[in-house]
């Protein structure tokens, strides 16, 4: 559906602080293009770090709020309070909120679904009850009334839609969705990669490198990924595992308990922490195997990225996994150690397997581009508008 004339599109970035959110709307504004969406201009409300984080373009206007440099209340407070005049003020056609949550009075409005973990019970319940588990609960009935409020929803992938639609019932707005860009520099071509190698020309002073990238969580299932390695390396394979990623303290330390207990001076397990962007590829260049063992994700970007720079996965045949990766990885049970070890001898004793699912994987991490992505978001959101115009006229 076209549009009459251009639109002013508002986005709410007061609850965008960190992680796949920031990279999501950052990586959207920089492939977007005015003249193929015909609006005027862009604006955000964020906070200095947030907006710092976005691209300077003559059409894009970051708005600083003070009060979103402070505590979550605050930033509730000014989205309660605040944000809904100054969208008007700013005569924006609609807007746009990346976080998916919104309790304000402005509309149209556009949702986007990016945190799956409120809307699985099963997966919220693996952690003992804590502030963070309030702190979801509460997530889970604000985007429910926000979700059922809003006359635009975007999601990451089909099974999303129906994890978060099993909670809040059939939404009557319009609903789409789409899929995540990757970053070119996540990206190799096909001639740089070489053949595996056998088993066989790996040793104990040069192991063959399994990864389990990703934060340290319960719904991340490391225990499972740590006990089949050691498994395995019972049965006399040369293998070495590293966990990299940011954690839940409780969840690491007992992470940390079980690397102790089952190699205690660290020789063949570590956990490395988060790892800049630069040192995570050299990662993934050096690695052999990378293992993605999540059961809930709305997407599943990093298992995108692994994939996308030639690492052969072993991945949880969970939530949106098998919809986004295909027929490119070996599947496991998380919740399984015998499958996972199953999984992952394939693959270590298969240099032919792994060769194939780094060429397929290759060629399907080219279709998750942020144009696609940037596209069919703005054109959503002029469709919006457009339809909210012809109810007004």
Same mark, same amino acid.
């Given at each position: !559906?076209? *549009?009459?004339?251009?639109?002013?599109?508002?986005?709410?970035?007061?609850?965008? =602080? +960190?992680?796949?959110?920031?990279?999501? *709307?950052?990586?959207?504004?920089?492939?977007?293009?005015? @003249?193929?969406?015909?609006?005027?201009?862009?604006?955000?409300?964020?906070?200095?770090?947030?907006?710092?984080?976005?691209?300077?373009?003559?059409?894009?206007?970051?708005?600083?709020?003070?009060?979103?440099?402070?505590?979550?209340?605050? =930033?509730?407070?000014?989205?309660?309070?605040?944000?809904?005049? +100054?969208?008007?003020?700013?005569?924006?056609?609609?807007?746009?909120?990346?976080?998916?949550?919104?309790?304000?009075?402005?509309?149209?409005?556009?949702?986007?679904?990016?945190?799956?973990?409120?809307?699985?019970?099963?997966?919220?319940?693996?952690?003992?009850?804590?502030?963070?588990?309030? @702190? !979801?609960?509460?997530?889970?009935?604000?985007?429910?009334?926000?979700?059922?409020?809003?006359?635009?929803?975007?999601?990451?992938?089909? $099974?999303?839609?129906?994890?978060?639609?099993?909670?809040?019932?059939?939404?009557?707005?319009?609903?789409?969705?789409?899929?995540?860009?990757?970053?070119?520099?996540? +990206?190799?071509?096909?001639?740089?990669?070489?053949?595996?190698?056998?088993?066989?020309? $790996?040793?104990? #002073?040069?192991?063959?490198?399994?990864?389990?990238?990703?934060?340290?969580?319960?719904?991340?299932?490391?225990?499972?990924?740590?006990?089949?390695?050691?498994?395995?390396?019972?049965?006399?394979?040369?293998?070495?595992?590293?966990?990299?990623?940011?954690?839940?303290?409780?969840?690491?330390?007992?992470?940390?308990?079980?690397?102790?207990?089952?190699?205690?001076?660290?020789?063949?397990?570590? $956990?490395?922490?988060?790892?800049?962007?630069?040192?995570?590829?050299?990662?993934?260049?050096?690695?052999?195997?990378?293992?993605?063992?999540?059961?809930?994700?709305?997407?599943?970007?990093?298992?995108?990225?692994?994939?996308?720079?030639?690492?052969?996965?072993?991945?949880?045949?969970?939530?949106? !996994?098998?919809?986004?990766?295909?027929?490119?990885?070996?599947?496991?049970?998380?919740?399984? %150690?015998?499958?996972?070890?199953?999984?992952?001898?394939?693959?270590?004793?298969?240099?032919?397997?792994? +060769?194939?699912?780094? %060429? @397929?994987?290759?060629?399907?991490?080219?279709?998750?581009?942020?144009?696609?992505?940037?596209?069919?978001?703005? %054109?959503?959101?002029?469709?919006?508008? !457009?339809?909210?115009?012809? %109810?007004? #006229?």
């Amino acid at each position: !559906m076209g *549009l009459l004339k251009p639109i002013r599109i508002g986005i709410d970035a007061s609850n965008l =602080r +960190q992680g796949g959110g920031i990279t999501h *709307l950052a990586e959207l504004l920089r492939a977007v293009s005015p @003249k193929s969406h015909t609006f005027t201009e862009i604006i955000v409300w964020g906070g200095d770090i947030t907006l710092t984080r976005l691209p300077d373009a003559p059409w894009l206007r970051k708005m600083s709020i003070a009060m979103l440099n402070r505590g979550l209340l605050w =930033r509730i407070f000014w989205q309660v309070r605040y944000l809904s005049e +100054q969208v008007r003020a700013n005569q924006c056609d609609i807007l746009f909120v990346p976080g998916g949550s919104f309790v304000g009075s402005f509309s149209p409005r556009v949702l986007m679904s990016q945190n799956l973990l409120p809307f699985e019970w099963r997966e919220l319940c693996r952690s003992s009850f804590s502030l963070y588990t309030l @702190k !979801m609960l509460l997530l889970r009935w604000v985007q429910t009334f926000s979700f059922r409020r809003a006359q635009g929803l975007i999601f990451l992938s089909c $099974y999303a839609k129906s994890a978060v639609e099993r909670v809040t019932g059939s939404l009557a707005c319009p609903t789409q969705v789409i899929a995540h860009g990757l970053v070119p520099n996540f +990206q190799i071509d096909l001639a740089a990669l070489t053949m595996p190698l056998s088993i066989n020309q $790996y040793s104990q #002073a040069q192991p063959f490198l399994i990864l389990c990238v990703g934060n340290i969580d319960a719904y991340k299932h490391p225990g499972t990924v740590l006990k089949a390695v050691a498994a395995l390396r019972k049965e006399g394979l040369p293998l070495r595992l590293e966990f990299i990623g940011p954690a839940v303290p409780k969840v690491l330390r007992q992470l940390q308990s079980q690397l102790h207990a089952l190699d205690p001076q660290g020789e063949w397990a570590q $956990y490395l922490g988060p790892l800049l962007t630069e040192d995570l590829k050299a990662k993934y260049q050096a690695a052999q195997v990378g293992v993605f063992a999540s059961s809930c994700e709305t997407f599943g970007i990093i298992l995108l990225e692994e994939m996308a720079m030639g690492l052969p996965m072993a991945c949880a045949n969970r939530s949106a !996994m098998p919809e986004i990766a295909k027929d490119c990885v070996a599947y496991f049970d998380p919740e399984s %150690t015998p499958s996972l070890m199953y999984a992952l001898d394939t693959l270590i004793h298969s240099p032919e397997l792994r +060769q194939a699912n780094q %060429t @397929k994987a290759l060629a399907l991490s080219k279709e998750y581009a942020w144009q696609q992505c940037a596209s069919e978001t703005f %054109t959503f959101l002029g469709d919006i508008a !457009m339809q909210n115009r012809s %109810t007004l #006229a």
